[in-house]
């Protein structure tokens, strides 16, 4: 299910939900904005903890980015409790000429890429599903 706010001088997305259900109580919570806060963060929450990305896109050239992890277990009176978090300053890069060196080298070197053509193409499936599914207001079965 997708719902997506758009901007409307620009009629793009700013600020986009969705939930993806992949069945046995598997399901995936997502929220992407553009124009809601001055900075770029990624959080991602799971059982046994969170994991925050500082500047996921767009790294700055002077400064690494910064992953935080952030484990939990539960307690006995069910509430999650932290545990040791840990921070990872990664290499200063440019992400786009790293991703550029990889698919250039694949392609020299003959070898499969990383994530091949039917990643791709299940991505883009998943994100017309949404757009179809904020269009219909109704649930997209692929």
Same mark, same amino acid.
């Given at each position: ?13 700013? #600020?986009?939900?969705? /939930? ?18 001055? *900075?770029? @963060? =990624? ?11 500082? /500047? ?6 002077? @400064?690494?980015? @910064?992953?935080?992890? *952030? ?7 069910? @509430?999650?409790?932290?545990?040791? !978090? ?9 992400? *786009?000429?790293?991703? +550029?060196?990889? /698919? !250039? ?15 791709? =193409? +299940? ?9 179809? !599914? ?5 649930? /997209?079965? #692929?």
């Amino acid at each position: 299910m997708g719902l997506f706010d758009k901007d409307p001088s620009f009629g793009t997305d700013r #600020l986009a939900s969705g /939930i993806l259900d992949f069945g046995n109580g598997l399901q995936v919570k997502l929220a992407c904005s553009t124009q809601l806060a001055q *900075y770029q @963060r =990624v959080n991602i929450l799971g059982t046994h903890g969170r994991v925050e990305i500082d /500047i996921p896109f767009n790294a700055p050239p002077d @400064r690494p980015c @910064r992953v935080s992890l *952030y484990p939990w277990t539960h307690s006995a009176q069910g @509430r999650f409790e932290p545990t040791d !978090s840990k921070v990872l300053d990664m290499d200063i890069c440019d992400q *786009y000429t790293l991703q +550029g060196e990889v /698919i !250039s080298l694949a392609i020299l070197n003959d070898e499969p890429v990383p994530y091949g053509l039917e990643d791709a =193409v +299940g991505n883009m499936r998943t994100l017309e599903a949404l757009r179809h !599914s904020n269009e219909s207001s109704a649930w /997209i079965v #692929l």
